[in-house]
């Protein structure tokens, strides 16, 4: 007969026994119990951000061409807002996105305009694919100043902008512009039959080969929003967004995600915008996600306070503000293997992601942990 001790004494042994065994045969199960883990696990995080573990092998296709012809593809688009004269720097950024990307996954090309393209544009365009491109005039409604913008209002700002030297701050057509990119790209007819896009800019560049497709880790990994580089805001630019902002989170508490990133864009739950945002030149995106009632509703509610034209709201910030409020944190992606430059910055993989990707920047030439990057505080979410 045992005494009641010996069992407990037992009990614990066996217990004992099983975790240890199970910690060394099981990573995930010694991940899931070592104090640092349980630890973080009450802050709700888990110390490495999602791109720390790279892209899964299954992704991958490193033949020159995708053979056989890519099984499985996205719903997807570029997204290119030009004008005619921005043609050589569009060139300049869709040869490299086809050298680096595209000849082996053939995603289609969506060019908008608020004026026809030319016919130079069109051929000169067309001619650097194999993949389908159409080009699309951007309605009236869409682009222009609305009539009930205060215009007195609207170029007194201007002009106080120029006189402090904000960038584009005299600018009406930039207004338009992110304006358009805020709130209006999404709804064009042309973009309707598509889920995910990949904005691009003129004249940036692509730096390494990209053998996994974004897309298809976007749709599976049900990813809202994907960036390369962030960064902080001019304050001059945007005095009273997030007065806004939080007015709309005031009044629809219920929109707010659980679990979202306001860690990226607030240091203190929202009482002050810390001026982080990503970078808007390059996005890979859910369309969906601005099309959805969330998003509709705080781009309605921050343009008719009048901030695209009495400041100059950018699309990076809003864009980047509403990300964080109505998407989880881990719906936020940083693509890292995407070696990218819009000037003056530039994200350079490092190491072996910088070998892989047969990269041609310079390593040391990197922005992400510069001072004015914002990535330390994406990567302090997790
Ligand atoms: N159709 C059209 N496109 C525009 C207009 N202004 C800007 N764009 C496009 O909008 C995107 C952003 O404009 P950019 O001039 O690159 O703005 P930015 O990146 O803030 O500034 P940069 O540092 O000069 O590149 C680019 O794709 C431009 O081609 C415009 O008035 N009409
Ligand atoms: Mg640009």
């Known amino acids: ?14 217990i004992i026994s099983l975790h240890f065994i199970l910690s060394f045969s099981h990573e995930d199960y010694g991940k899931a119990t070592s104090f640092s883990n349980i630890s973080n696990q009450f802050k709700g ?5 999602p791109y720390a573990d790279g892209v899964p092998e299954e992704y991958r296709h490193p033949a020159d061409v995708a053979s056989p012809p890519q099984e499985r593809k996205a719903n997807a688009t570029f997204v290119l807002l030009a004008r005619n004269s921005d043609l050589n720097g569009m060139a300049t950024s869709m040869k490299q996105m086809e050298d680096r990307f595209n000849k082996k996954f053939q995603y289609p090309y969506v060019f908008l305009n608020e ?3 030319s016919d130079e ?8 694919t194999d993949a389908p491109v159409e080009f699309g005039l951007i309605s009236k409604e869409h682009w222009y100043q609305p009539d009930w913008i205060d215009e007195q209002k609207a170029t007194e700002a201007r002009e106080q902008m120029v006189k402090n030297q904000v960038i584009y701050g005299g600018s009406v057509p930039y207004r338009n512009m992110c304006r358009y990119y805020s709130g209006f790209f999404f709804r064009h007819p042309l973009l309707q039959k598509y889920k995910y896009y990949w904005r691009m800019d003129p004249d940036v560049t692509f730096f390494c080969d990209l053998d996994y497709d974004p897309f298809l880790l976007m749709q599976d990994q049900k990813k809202v929003y994907g960036f390369t580089i962030s960064l902080y805001e001019y304050e001059a630019t945007i005095p009273t967004l ?7 989170m005031g009044e629809n508490p219920d929109l707010i995600t659980e679990g979202n990133a306001m860690g990226f864009v607030s240091d203190n739950s929202g009482q002050s915008y810390n001026r982080c945002h990503f970078w808007s030149n390059f996005e890979i995106g859910d369309l969906d996600f601005w099309r959805g009632e969330t998003y509709m509703k705080f781009f309605e509610f921050l343009d008719q306070k009048g901030g695209f034209y009495y400041e100059r709201w950018g699309d990076a910030p809003v864009h980047s503000i509403a990300a964080a409020l109505f998407a989880k944190k881990e719906q936020i992606h940083f693509f890292n293997e995407i070696g990218y430059r819009h000037n003056p910055f530039q994200h350079c993989p490092q190491g072996d992601t910088h070998k892989q990707g047969k990269c041609w920047c310079n390593p040391k030439d990197n922005f992400d942990y510069e001072w004015y990057s914002c990535l ?4 302090k979410l997790f």
């Open 1 to 14: 007969m045992m005494t009641p001790m010996r069992y407990v004494v037992l009990v614990l042994g066996i």
């Open 45 to 49: 995080s888990t110390g490495r951000p």
């Open 115 to 117: 004026e026809p393209f």
């Open 121 to 128: 544009f069109k051929e000169r365009i067309t001619a650097l």
């Open 242 to 248: 997030w007065d806004t902002v939080k007015e709309f």
């Open 376 to 379: 330390a505080r994406y990567d």
